[in-house]
């Protein structure tokens, strides 16, 4: 069993008295390998977020199981080892970040977890470095830009050393420049540091940045596959609300009108040169 | 330009001083130790050594007069107050100035301004804690030395903890608060003119968006700190460890002594 992330057959009601009430998860069934950068997407209300928090035990399947790299989230005792090994970023930086300078804050994970205090002080600086805030260990939080405040969230979750970060809708409430910040943070971890990657967007230029995607859509998985192959079905995307990245989008159009291209052209690199064969 | 860019919590003047240095555990003893010696010694003699004190730390902490002074606004109206009532109801010694029922007997004014010197110390030394003591310093400081009492039921951990998330988002608070003002006098509010009932009322459609997404923000922080392995005071280390040294018990030593000599002045002298 090498997976890092396995789910089995995941239901989740948010009303557990009122079984039939619409499940949030319905038979959830997927697994994710170590390294892997995979993204979860699907429209509002499809269960992005409930399944991230299936992943470090902040919810617990009402039926089926989730393993987080070999440990059962049903294991009461495992808990905070869980949540050491799966570190979740949120999408409001404002409401993740809790003290008042941002090296403390990076501090609160592995304070938590019992680290000794010279130990943490390293942790710190790694993760700072990490992030590339170093420079801004000793500024008061409140006072960066929601990108650097979203970075240092991030730091605040590798200075506890998880195997997975988990981003939930990150970069939603991010400028442009503060997305891209975080998106590169991500990607860096994921190839330099071999961080197993789980990202939740409504950006589908940043989903396709993802080697993997799953589509989530009212609580069940309609669509895992690699990125190319997911985003080549763009009526079946369409069909649940979603957007396609819009490179694709555009060679479905130009598709539409005879010329010659891929279905599965997913960045801009990737249309010049084929338009470049065409001409 | 922030309607609101006047509010400022805490009043930390950074420094490198000795006095900055200490332990924020020995600061927080002495500045309490120094508060009882306050009510428990009489007479202008000791206070006079006790303002001395004052002066003489401040000195050595380098924090300018001006900013030490600046603790007493807010409270002006009080001190006032204290000497005006007890100047003129105070009775003892000798008239000193009578107009119709109005009576100013010298007891009076000695005890005025007693309770008003009494007044000015008690504000200056707290304020000289927390102008060479940054916040969370005085928050670990508090935990630790309330920490004995978690043993009783006393909330040590907890009570720190508010406080520091208190900190950290008064700051963001203050922010949103600005942003809804903002739209809301783009849209023909006014929180500025009419009577007290008037901009009381004003306020409430500032107050209800405030506190509805502060309990929205309180929901998504418990979750993030819950997500980063929080369980509570238990198992948890601490990045900074506080640490007595030297300093600190020369500190307590030269307060010891400097409070006795008040108490004896008072008493003897
Ligand atoms: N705390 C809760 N209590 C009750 N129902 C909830 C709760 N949180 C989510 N739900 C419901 O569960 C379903 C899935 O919600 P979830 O937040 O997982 O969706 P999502 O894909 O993350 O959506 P979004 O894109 O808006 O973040 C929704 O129908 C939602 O209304
Ligand atoms: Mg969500």
Request: aromatic share 8%; hydrophobic share 50%.
């Amino acid at each position: 069993m090498s997976a890092i992330i396995r789910m089995e057959g995941v239901s989740f009601s948010y009303n557990s008295d009122d079984p039939q009430q619409t499940q949030a998860l319905q038979g959830v069934s997927l697994s994710i390998e170590p390294g892997e950068f995979v993204a979860i997407v699907g429209r509002n209300g499809s269960g992005k977020s409930t399944l991230a928090k299936h992943i470090n035990a902040i919810l617990t399947p009402t039926s089926g199981e989730v393993w987080v790299d070999g440990i059962s989230t049903k294991d009461t005792d495992s808990v905070f080892a869980i949540r050491q090994i799966a570190g979740m970023v949120f999408q409001n930086p404002d409401n993740q970040i809790v003290a008042t300078i941002v090296e403390e804050d990076v501090a609160f994970g592995p304070e938590n977890l019992g680290i000794p205090s010279d130990e943490i002080r390293r942790r710190i600086d790694e993760a700072l470095s990490l992030v590339r805030m170093s420079d801004y260990a000793l500024h008061p939080p409140h006072l960066l830009s929601g990108g650097q405040k979203q970075r240092v969230a991030i730091a605040g979750v590798l200075a506890m050393h998880p195997k997975i970060l988990i981003l939930d809708e990150s970069t939603a409430m991010l400028d442009p420049l503060g997305r891209q910040e975080v998106m590169e943070t991500a990607l860096r971890l994921n190839r330099e540091r071999g961080m197993t990657v789980v990202l939740i967007t409504h950006h589908m230029d940043e989903a396709v940045r993802a080697e993997r995607v799953i589509v989530l859509d009212r609580g069940r998985v309609v669509l895992d596959g690699s990125t190319r192959e997911v985003f080549s079905q763009v009526d079946l995307l369409r069909q649940l609300g979603l957007d396609v990245p819009q490179v694709t989008s555009l060679a479905q159009l130009l598709r539409e009108q005879g010329l010659n291209l891929q279905p599965d052209v997913l960045t801009v690199g990737e249309m010049v040169e084929q338009l470049c064969q065409l001409l | 330009m922030s309607i609101l860019k006047n509010v400022t919590i805490g009043q930390y003047y950074p420094g490198d001083s000795v006095v900055h240095r200490l332990d924020p555990r020995t600061k927080l003893v002495l500045s309490f130790a120094f508060i009882i010696v306050l009510f428990l010694v009489n007479g202008f003699l000791p206070y006079l050594w006790l303002a001395a004190l004052v002066m003489v730390v401040a000195q050595i902490a380098r924090v300018p007069l001006k900013i030490m002074l600046r603790g007493l606004s807010p409270l002006k109206f009080i001190i006032a107050l204290t000497f005006l009532l007890h100047l003129f109801t105070t009775r003892g010694g000798t008239v000193l100035w009578q107009l119709g029922f109005l009576r100013i007997e010298s007891n009076g004014l000695a005890q005025g301004a007693f309770l008003a010197f009494r007044l000015i110390l008690l504000v200056v030394a707290t304020s000289l804690l927390t102008l060479t003591t940054s916040p969370i310093a005085l928050t670990d400081g508090l935990e630790r030395i309330l920490s004995p009492g978690a043993r009783f039921g006393l909330p040590a951990h907890e009570l720190a903890m508010m406080m520091t998330i208190a900190l950290r988002f008064i700051p963001t608070l203050i922010e949103e608060a600005d942003k809804i003002m903002r739209a809301q006098l783009a849209r023909g509010a006014d929180f500025e003119s009419g009577g007290l009932i008037k901009r009381a009322k004003s306020l409430l459609p500032l107050l209800v968006p405030l506190f509805v997404s502060a309990f929205r923000r309180a929901d998504e922080l418990a979750m993030a700190m819950e997500a980063r392995a929080y369980r509570g005071g238990k198992h948890r280390t601490r990045l900074k460890v506080l640490k007595y040294t030297a300093k600190d018990f020369w500190a307590y030593f030269l307060a010891a002594l400097a409070f006795g000599i008040a108490y004896f002045l008072g008493r003897w002298v």
